[in-house]
């Protein structure tokens, strides 16, 4: 609604778009994933599925795993 100070009035239209926020961490369906392979096995062996969702929508839930250590 939109007034003006001699008091006429009229309506109109408004679209609002709602962009979404980076605010959700990503969540894995466990709390520890454990693995192990023989020194001399064959390499590109599967391990383990990892697996893991993020609330937001895209691009903000796009996940990337990364090994950053290992023992």
Do not use: H, M
Not at 6 to 21: A, F, H, Q, W
Request: hydrophobic residues 30%; glycine residues 8%.
């Amino acid at each position: 609604l939109a007034r003006d100070g001699g008091g006429e009035e009229t309506t109109g239209r408004v679209r609002v778009n709602v962009l979404d926020v980076n605010d959700n961490a990503p969540l894995f369906q466990k709390d520890a994933y454990v693995g192990s392979v023989r020194e001399n096995e064959p390499t590109a062996q599967s391990l383990a599925r990892i697996k893991a969702t993020d609330d937001d929508s895209p691009p903000n839930n796009l996940l990337t795993y990364t090994i950053t250590s290992a023992s």
